[in-house]
């Protein structure tokens, strides 16, 4: 007769009651086969999702609800209904073991993903790990599928600090950040849930809240905010519709300050690279700095996307964040996608994150370094080869046709209409576009374009065939119908850019 025992116990996950089996500790004496590690996610492919892998697996990870432990030997986790009807396991066996690993009874190599079939409600899963010298340990895993999309989790990261995030928004979920100042508090991105947003920040503070965008992509809650300040930088034109923007939308540039009371003052930090919207917000009072999606979420920035700037731009970008945080001890970092986040983001690990991909780029630049290739293909059929490095801390996957920002290349393109109001194109703006439609949000008779180029030896602008200077503000009427604005950036090296404007008035 088995010594061992088993005994029923119950879990209680995402509002629904789990029945599962334990097995007895008297299994798990010491010597017994134990896992280092275990991970469960999805292919990104599977849940719709276009573009690159988070990490060189192609795995989108999952968090357990419970940190692996020794002593613990039932988990669970749930995950969004979206994501795909194959769930991939990856348990790991400690270094130099000779355990044999099984899940649901079947053999699987130790640290290698194991797909099984994920089905609606409560998924059950067994997995054993024999050693030869111990009785084999049973790990129980209980996975929910089920509806996230209005879904948030919040997780205090000290005083008046919370992150919430947003756990089945979107594919590859976001996370905000919610600080309180004396006066006022702040709420750094929104995500792209279905929720109640705002009435669970109402729920963590008393006080007036406003709003910081680090980037113009996701952020589609930041209508619940219409009574709120909401500082971006003016480049998030073209990722928001029309309704979005308010008169309280106030637009930051590099060094503004955005006070809540009792020391607690947010610096803008102009970041682009990731998109030229990008924006960080460093608090020296908390030790914080909001970096969005600008160094990656500690998985590996994306320089390589049709909205991204010259890898040369981006390296300035993280020079520039660098020089902000020196005298700033224990910084820890707030990143757009939690769940990505592979290393430490506090203390000496953040500030040697930003020096490791300071000198990833740098190096890159210099030719020094050279990411690996590999091809990145979307459902439209279009493929794409990109380059991918680690440095350090640092992972930086980037475009190689795009390492320096062309001679020929606007920095900046503004557009306001008569009426003073900001008009919308797409796709969003970058020096690689060169085609925009743009929408009008009124029946203007003229619109205001300011090019300026990016680099200040330009040898000439012309706007529908005159000649302009760099920065200067330009009038232009406007007809019923279609009208077409054609700007020419002649470089140094005589290399012509011509930037197209289609206004439909």
């Known amino acids: 007769m088995s010594t061992s025992s088993r005994t029923l116990h119950i879990v209680l996950v995402g509002g629904l009651l789990l029945l599962a089996s334990r097995v007895s500790p008297v299994l798990h004496a010491q010597g017994a086969g134990v896992l280092k590690n275990l991970e469960i996610g999805f292919y990104r492919a599977d849940t719709g999702m276009t573009r690159v892998a988070l990490d060189d697996s192609g795995l989108m990870r999952m968090a357990l609800d419970q940190p692996l432990?020794?002593?613990?030997?039932?988990?669970?986790?749930?995950?969004?209904?979206?994501?795909?009807?194959?769930?991939?396991?990856?348990?790991?066996?400690?270094?130099?073991?000779?355990?044999?690993?099984?899940?649901?009874?079947?053999?699987?190599?130790?640290?290698?993903?194991?797909?099984?079939?994920?089905?609606?409600?409560?998924?059950?899963?067994?997995?054993?790990?024999?050693?030869?010298?111990?009785?084999?340990?049973?790990?129980?895993?209980?996975?929910?599928?089920?509806?996230?999309?209005?879904?948030?989790?919040?997780?205090?990261?000290?005083?008046?600090?919370?992150?919430?995030?947003?756990?089945?928004?979107?594919?590859?979920?976001?996370?905000?950040?919610?600080?309180?100042?004396?006066?006022?508090?702040?709420?750094i991105d929104t995500a792209v849930g279905k929720g109640d947003l705002m009435g669970l920040v109402q729920t963590l503070t008393p006080l007036p809240v406003d709003v910081a965008i680090t980037n113009g992509r996701g952020d589609g809650q930041v209508d619940q905010f219409k009574d709120s300040t909401v500082y971006?930088?003016?480049?998030?034109?073209?990722?928001?519709?029309?309704?979005?923007?308010?008169?309280?939308?106030?637009?930051?540039?590099?060094?503004?300050?955005?006070?809540?009371?009792?020391?607690?003052?947010?610096?803008?930090?102009?970041?682009?690279?990731?998109?030229?919207?990008?924006?960080?917000?460093?608090?020296?009072?908390?030790?914080?700095?909001?970096?969005?999606?600008?160094?990656?979420?500690?998985?590996?920035?994306?320089?390589?996307?049709?909205?991204?700037?010259?890898?040369?731009?981006?390296?300035?970008?993280?020079?520039?964040?660098?020089?902000?945080?020196?005298?700033?001890?224990?910084?820890?970092?707030?990143?757009?996608?939690h769940y990505q986040e592979k290393i430490p983001m506090t203390g000496a690990d953040a500030k040697q994150l930003i020096a490791d991909m300071h000198a990833a780029t740098e190096k890159v630049l210099a030719g020094e370094l050279q990411g690996k290739p590999f091809t990145i293909k979307s459902h439209d059929g279009s493929a794409q080869e990109i380059r991918k490095l680690y440095f350090g801390l640092a992972g930086l996957t980037y475009d190689p046709g795009n390492i320096r920002t062309a001679p020929a290349a606007l920095g900046t393109l503004d557009l306001m209409t008569s009426t003073g109001k900001v008009a919308n194109w797409t796709p969003a703006f970058s020096s690689m576009h060169t085609s925009y439609k743009v929408e009008l949000p009124d029946q203007s008779t003229s619109i205001d374009v300011t090019p300026t180029a990016y680099w200040r030896n330009y040898k000439a602008i012309s706007m529908n065939g005159a000649a302009v200077k760099s920065g200067a503000t330009h009038s232009v009427g406007l007809v019923s119908g279609a009208n077409k604005i054609e700007i020419t950036v002649t470089g140094t090296d005589d290399s012509k850019r011509t930037y197209t404007l289609l206004i439909q008035r």
């Open 232 to 337: 971006a930088s003016k480049w998030v034109v073209g990722y928001l519709p029309f309704a979005f923007i308010t008169p309280k939308f106030k637009w930051v540039k590099d060094g503004d300050v955005i006070d809540l009371g009792g020391g607690h003052k947010f610096e803008v930090i102009e970041m682009p690279g990731h998109t030229l919207s990008s924006e960080a917000y460093l608090d020296r009072f908390d030790k914080i700095a909001a970096v969005g999606d600008s160094l990656g979420s500690g998985a590996g920035v994306w320089i390589w996307e049709s909205d991204s700037t010259a890898l040369d731009q981006y390296a300035d970008s993280v020079k520039r964040l660098e020089s902000r945080v020196t005298d700033v001890d224990d910084l820890t970092l707030l990143v757009s996608h």
């Open 69 to 187: 432990s020794d002593s613990r030997f039932e988990y669970s986790a749930t995950v969004e209904q979206r994501y795909g009807d194959k769930l991939f396991i990856r348990a790991t066996a400690p270094d130099n073991s000779d355990s044999e690993l099984k899940i649901d009874g079947v053999a699987v190599r130790s640290g290698e993903l194991h797909a099984v079939d994920l089905k609606m409600g409560i998924n059950r899963y067994v997995i054993t790990v024999t050693s030869p010298d111990a009785t084999p340990a049973r790990y129980h895993l209980a996975v929910i599928r089920r509806d996230l999309s209005r879904d948030y989790k919040v997780t205090s990261l000290g005083k008046g600090i919370w992150r919430i995030e947003d756990v089945g928004g979107a594919p590859g979920f976001g996370s905000c950040y919610l600080v309180e100042g004396t006066d006022r508090a702040l709420l």
